[in-house]
C-alpha cells in the first residue's frame, strides 16, 4: 500500500503504519515507547520496500507430496544502516527478513555546514550481487543519504533503495538531484526543513528519541 507522492518516491499509507508515526511524532512518548513502535514500523516498510523482490523455485516435500515453491534469497539483501539512528529500523526490518546481510556508514552532520562526514564504511563481500536497501529513519537535508549511496555505488550492487520513516520535500529533492535511480519509500514526507536541519513537524532528534540520549 505504497501510493507514489512523486516519480520514484513512494509513501506507505497503509494505516498501521500512519498510526504508529503518529504515536511515535508525540513528544510524550517514552523511548521504550518510541523504540517499539519504530521496530514495528519497520517491518511494516520492510514488508512493502521487498514488495518486488526476485524469487526462485526450489524444491521442497509437503507432509504429502514434493513441489517446486518459491524463496525468496535473504543472503542477496544487504540492510545498509546509516548510524546512528538506522540502527533503529534495522531490527524491525531484519525481523521480517532475517537472513539479509548487514552494512553500516558512519556519517556525522557537521553542525554548523550540516555536511555529511564519514567516519565508518563496512559492508558485506561481493555487493556486487546483491540488493541494497539503505535505511535511516529521516530524510533531512539528504547529505547522509546522498553520501552513504554515492559509497554504496562505488561497489556497484545490483539494485539500491532507500528507505526512511519522514522526509521533508528538501531531502527528497536532494535524493533525487543526485540519485534519481534510487527509489524513496517512506512512512511521510511532511512539510519543510527549519534553520537547524530538522523535519517539521517531524518527530524530533530519532537518535535520541531511540537511545534516550537527550
Ligand atoms: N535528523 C533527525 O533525527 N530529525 C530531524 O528532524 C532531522 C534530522
Known amino acids: 500500500m505504497a501510493v507514489a507522492y512523486q516519480n520514484n518516491v513512494y509513501v506507505v499509507n497503509h494505516p498501521l503504519v500512519q498510526h504508529k508515526l503518529t504515536l511515535m511524532r508525540r513528544k510524550d512518548a517514552s523511548t521504550n515507547t518510541f523504540r517499539r513502535l519504530l521496530r514495528e514500523l519497520a517491518s511494516l516498510m520492510a514488508y512493502e520496500v521487498t514488495a518486488d523482490m526476485p524469487l526462485s523455485d526450489i524444491e521442497i516435500e509437503t507432509p504429502l507430496e514434493k513441489m517446486m515453491s518459491p524463496v525468496m534469497d535473504g543472503k542477496k539483501l544487504v540492510l545498509v544502516s ?57 530524510l533531512a537535508t539528504g547529505n547522509s543519504a546522498v553520501a552513504a549511496v554515492d559509497r554504496i555505488k562505488e561497489l556497484h550492487p545490483k539494485s539500491i533503495k532507500f528507505v526512511c520513516l519522514v522526509g521533508c520535500p528538501e531531502g527528497v529533492k536532494a535524493m533525487q538531484t543526485a540519485h534519481p535511480d534510487v527509489p524513496i519509500y517512506a512512512a511521510s514526507i511532511d512539510r519543510q526543513l527549519n534553520d537547524h536541519g530538522y523535519i517539521l513537524p517531524g518527530l524530533g532528534d530519532a537518535g535520541d528519541r531511540i537511545f534516550g540520549t537527550k
Not at 537472513?99 to 567516519?119: F, I, M, N, Q, S
Open 82 to 138: 546509516i548510524l546512528r539512528a538506522g540502527t533503529g529500523l534495522l531490527d524491525g526490518m531484519l525481523d521480517v527478513v532475517p537472513g539479509a546481510r548487514v552494512g553500516h556508514v558512519g556519517l556525522y552532520r557537521d553542525p554548523k555546514t550540516l555536511t555529511a562526514v564519514e567516519y565508518y564504511f563496512k559492508m558485506p563481500q561481493e555487493m556486487n550481487e546483491r540488493h541494497v536497501i539503505v535505511v535511516d529513519p529521516m
